[in-house]
């Protein structure tokens, strides 16, 4: 088991590709912390989690809470002892072209996708920098490489996460910290479900692979990055998006 007993906390991991991500590595062996907004759906999650696995917590916490953030930082440290994997999940959408944006669908979407990951970021760093040993894994989006019709704050957001991931690669390699970003792509989510077939195809025939992303090809990239076959990869992007970008 490539994750064996290591402490993972994952972001907006109640469902889709955050909870695919705590399930991969809930099976290679690590002992899983779901943080979600809803404390409802991550009980409901973790129930369903514990019929395979027993190392399955969870906490209901906004990531643009710092105070929160700050005070469920200390108790998974306090309750499980350390933090050694934090993948950065949480993330949400207010799609608008920029002239018709409201300040609102800006400021809501750059303080879950940016400073939500800067404030977990923060606190996790706390604990890692001590113990000189974390992988932090940051989920960015192929829109932060290149950009979207209608998303210039999810993708202001995204790009962003990519600088943060560069930098604080910088800042923390000397104490054997690893950070990295992965770029989904298109990826069939409850979200994409409710897409008009039209909108599916249109998306499976932009990338060569002709087909959408599933949450476990997001799950297997994180698996990988945190796992010590990447011990010597850090500030890196990876996309996983069937060849989207090319």
Do not use: H
Request: hydrophobic residues 40%; aromatic residues 6%; charged residues 25%.
């Amino acid at each position: 088991m490539r994750l064996k007993n290591k402490v993972a906390v994952v972001t907006g991991s109640a469902r889709g590709i955050g909870k695919s991500i705590a399930e991969k590595y809930a099976a290679e062996g690590a002992r899983i912390v779901l943080v979600d907004r809803s404390l409802e759906d991550v009980e409901k999650t973790i129930k369903e989690m514990k019929e395979s696995y027993s190392e399955v917590y969870g906490y209901g916490m906004d990531v643009t809470d710092r105070s929160q953030v700050q005070q469920v930082f200390e108790r998974i440290a306090k309750e499980l002892g350390t933090v050694d994997i934090l993948v950065n999940n949480a993330g949400i959408t207010a799609d608008a072209q920029m002239y018709k944006m409201t300040g609102e669908q800006w400021d809501n979407v750059i303080n879950v996708n940016l400073t939500g990951v800067f404030n977990c970021s923060k606190e996790a760093v706390k604990i890692m920098r001590e113990k000189e040993y974390g992988k932090i894994i940051n989920i960015s989006s192929v829109v932060g490489l290149y950009g979207n019709f209608g998303q210039v704050n999810y993708a202001a957001t995204k790009s962003g996460v990519i600088g943060m991931t560069k930098t604080m690669a910088k800042e923390l390699g000397r104490k054997n910290v690893n950070v990295n970003a992965v770029c989904p792509g298109f990826i069939a989510t409850e979200m994409t479900e409710k897409m008009p077939e039209k909108v599916l195809t249109m998306m499976k025939e932009k990338a060569p692979l002709n087909r959408l992303g599933t949450p476990e090809d997001i799950a297997n990239a994180c698996l990988f990055l945190a796992s010590e076959e990447a011990s010597f990869v850090t500030g890196t992007v990876l996309s996983v998006d069937g060849g989207i970008v090319l």
